[in-house]
């Protein structure tokens, strides 16, 4: 009886903080009681801080291909009512990450060690699959109680994010979800890969690239391969989704020719050329003063 007087209490406090999501757009489950606007919110203003701290590749062809790429995997997933960004980071890490509300970063450094498009729509799917998924937010509820994050985020109406706030989400979109968390981006991964017409053994690709670098060691810039759930067991479960596709999926194609055309060649100029010019401005070598050599 107190149980269920307790349980009445919590639900009349919770009703008019937001609408409880479930069904489709939430592959999983579980009660979700930021509603998508405020998800959204949320994400953009993470999402400022984000590129105010890592470069943004803007403008370039490299950026265009990767967005193109993750607009046809969008398409074909499971939640559509919000707006995909995607966009590359300038940076050695070999990682990849999502913001709550459809915002997705891939730096340069993993696109600098993929081989084909079917692996880039890999990573790009798992990311979606966060999304899609509602990770972070699902996340931030668990680790703050609803009451606490409704507060922090939600509650001054349209009010900006504190830094502990930002420093949270960040934390959490970089280093990687629970290990249930990125098996079900992993499987979401892998089926909006094949429904987009990508070979899906791209992703099993990249896991197979990000273990060969790695030697066993997990390095703060390889997060997003990780060591929870291991690699062999990310590899292991990817293999079984993939035998439940239908056969010809093995047979669809990786884009290989494409990728190197599209993403590699224009990196390795821009290594060259023009990395110097996104490098944090500490780094910068100071510019001659009036009169000094050119
Ligand atoms: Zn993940």
């Not at 830094?163 to 970089?174: G, H, T, Y």
């Not at 079984?240 to 999926?249: C, F």
């Amino acid at each position: 009886m107190l149980k269920r007087l307790l349980g009445l209490i919590l639900l009349i406090a919770l009703l008019p903080w937001g609408c409880a999501t479930t069904g489709p757009g939430n592959p999983g489950g579980g009660l979700v009681f930021i509603s998508t606007q405020e998800e959204v919110r949320i994400g953009a203003q993470v999402a400022r801080k984000v590129e105010k701290r890592y470069p943004v590749l803007r403008d370039d062809p490299v950026a265009h291909y990767v967005a193109e790429v993750g607009q046809r995997l969008v398409r074909v997933c499971d939640r559509r009512d919000i707006t995909y960004h995607f966009k590359v980071l300038v940076g050695d890490q070999v990682n990849a990450f999502s913001l709550p509300g459809g915002w997705v970063y891939v730096f340069t450094g993993l696109l600098e060690k993929l081989d084909n498009t079917a692996q880039l729509a890999g990573v790009l799917g798992h990311e979606i699959g966060h999304v899609v998924a509602r990770h972070a937010v699902k996340r931030l509820q668990l680790a703050l109680g609803v009451g606490i994050l409704y507060s922090l985020f939600v509650g001054e109406r349209g009010g900006p994010l504190t830094q502990d706030a930002v420093k949270l989400i960040i934390n959490l979109a970089m280093n990687g979800y629970s290990r249930a968390n990125e098996r079900e981006a992993d499987r979401l991964g892998l089926i909006y890969e094949y429904r987009a017409g990508y070979n899906p053994q791209g992703i099993l690709q990249v896991m197979e690239i990000l273990r060969g670098i790695h030697h066993g060691r997990v390095s703060s810039w390889q997060r997003f391969l990780m060591d929870h759930p291991p690699p062999q067991e990310r590899i292991r479960l990817l293999e079984s989704y993939l035998r439940r596709l239908p056969p010809q999926a093995l047979k669809y194609p990786f884009y290989r020719r494409e990728y190197h055309l599209e993403v590699l060649e224009p990196l390795k100029s821009l290594g060259r050329l023009e990395k110097k010019r996104f490098l944090p401005h500490r780094y910068r070598r100071p510019s001659p003063g009036p009169g000094g050599s050119p």
